[in-house]
């Protein structure tokens, strides 16, 4: 009786042992999930928490560098309008085939405006003209006539410039002048050289330099003013 009462009471230690062990296991194991959750890592072994952190890293990085490229393209495109080339419209007049206003990029030549223009007729002063010169915005290139070279070689003293006119270097004769050249005087523009042309033309010429008076709207005061620039000799 004694040994049956000593197997029972040891199975009995035996199962309160087992059962205080299983419920400590019980306890450690409901615990490690969550720190396996915690530490969960990928294929190449790197925990999630980190791989997640980078992605927002690498997102922010892309984004900084767009951020970057669009000022980038922002500068290129300032950088790009201001080395453009400024837009020119030149006054391609006289002998040309097709004259106007043609439309030309600052620093082209004055041949190419001539070339726009159908080129030379065959009446032209090729010779006049400095087919190497730049043009500018509001340019007149007027191609005279092999006459109207002559005469205005002859009245000034010029052998051609850039706008196909005379240059200022000696006075200007009001007699054979053109209207070019008569706008090169002070205070004379396009209608006051129409006048004194019709003035001529109506009343065969000026005797002396004050006769320009005469032309209607010229008094004393713009006469004083282009004396000493005029003159009626050699007509």
């Not at 080129?119 to 002063?125: I, L, Q, V």
Request: aromatic share 6%; hydrophobic share 35%; glycine share 10%.
């Amino acid at each position: 009786m004694k040994i049956r009462l000593f197997f029972i009471g040891k199975w009995l230690a035996l199962a309160v042992f087992l059962l205080v062990a299983g419920c400590f296991y019980g306890c450690g194991s409901s615990k490690e999930p969550g720190i396996i959750l915690a530490r969960q890592e990928n294929a190449d072994g790197i925990p999630l928490s980190d791989v997640e952190a980078g992605g927002e890293k690498e997102l922010d990085v892309q984004e900084s560098s767009g951020e970057v490229q669009t000022a980038a393209e922002g500068k290129n495109d300032r950088m790009e309008s201001a080395v453009s080339p400024k837009v020119c419209f030149v006054h391609v007049c006289g002998q040309v085939q097709n004259p106007g206003v043609y439309e030309l990029e600052e620093g082209q030549r004055v041949f190419e405006a001539i070339a726009l223009a159908g080129g030379f007729t065959e009446c032209a002063s090729n010779s006049w003209l400095n087919l190497a010169t730049p043009v500018f915005d509001g340019m007149k290139l007027e191609v005279p006539d092999e006459n109207t070279a002559l005469k205005w070689q002859e009245t000034s003293g010029a052998t051609g410039n850039s706008a196909g006119q005379p240059e200022a270097t000696s006075k200007v004769n009001i007699n054979t002048a053109s209207e070019d050249e008569l706008k090169t005087l002070k205070g004379i523009g396009q209608s006051r050289a129409e006048d004194i042309v019709h003035y001529r033309q109506q009343c065969g010429g000026f005797s002396r330099i004050e006769d320009i008076m005469e032309v209607p709207g010229i008094k004393e005061a713009a006469f004083r003013k282009i004396k000493d620039d005029i003159t009626v000799q050699g007509d």
